[in-house]
């Protein structure tokens, strides 16, 4: 099967899924899945930050490589300045940067997770549960599933679509990962021995920020890969590493997306 070339642009909620796509990729048969990673932590690696910091060494690498052509699929994160009167004005200097020497470029949008799980250890960060019932909902997936849909498709794809109407734009879900494993985590439903905090191997997490455990990374990753190249996850054997049904849970996340972002 025919893989795409890729520029894939974020931080490191972002990161570990365009890494580990590439294996999960050439598991699933797109032995020519070609991905060129740009990384930047924290807000350093929103679509808004990599423009504006234009004397940046990762400013002049995404020109360069989108100078090249051929890039097929282009990825960002969904992080945009909250300050701003205009959301989606990193995305769209990118995009619009990208159709020059890319015309047929297809733009997909990486949802991640909200940070700090448990707060932070300084107090100013609530944690997940405070943080959803400061802003009026009932739990944090209530609030997760409204920033998907209300925020990031509304605000921000949703104008991108009329301002680029002829270049298809799609979202990845990727955050749902996180948040269904560690409610999972908490309802005693996993096959493994996993902690909320601790080594990447065998947790949810692995700091108070709320990076990425293994086994959020392997679900999120094959949502990336059904996202990107439609795969059927049922029928997938790629080994995860871990006892629980990771293809499953993927697999439902994915279902439950709007199959208008798809």
């Known amino acids: ?75 960002m994160t969904s992080g945009y300045d909250i300050d701003s009167d205009n959301p989606t004005e990193g995305h769209s200097a990118w995009i619009q940067y990208a159709l020059q020497n890319n015309p047929n470029i297809i733009i997909f949008i990486a949802i991640g997770s909200f940070d700090f799980p448990n707060g932070d250890s300084n107090g100013t960060r609530p944690d997940w549960d405070t943080f959803a019932s400061d802003n009026g909902f009932n739990s944090i997936q209530e609030f997760y599933d409204y920033y998907i849909n209300e925020v990031i498709h509304k605000e921000i794809v949703d104008k991108l679509r009329l301002e680029f109407p002829s270049t298809k734009i799609f979202t990845i879900p990727t955050g749902w990962a996180t948040k269904n494993l560690a409610q999972m985590n908490l309802d005693n439903e996993l096959l493994d021995d996993i902690s909320m905090v601790g080594p990447k191997s065998s947790s949810i ?37 871990f006892t629980t049904d990771l293809h499953s849970i993927a697999n439902e996340i994915i279902s439950n997306h709007d199959s208008n972002y798809k």
């Open 1 to 75: 099967m025919s893989g795409s070339t890729m520029l894939l642009i974020g931080n490191s909620f972002f990161k570990p899924y365009a890494n580990n796509l590439e294996n999960v990729a050439l598991d699933a048969g797109f032995s020519n899945h070609n991905a060129n990673v740009v990384n930047r932590g924290g807000e350093n690696g929103r679509p808004i930050n990599f423009w504006n910091d234009s004397n940046s060494a990762e400013h002049q690498e995404i020109k360069a490589i989108l100078d090249g052509g051929g890039i097929e699929i282009f990825g």
């Open 205 to 241: 997490f692995t700091d108070e920020k709320g990076h990425q455990g293994q086994i959020v990374i392997e679900t999120g990753t094959m949502i990336w890969l059904n996202s990107i190249y439609n795969v059927d996850l049922s029928s997938f054997n790629y080994n995860t590493g």
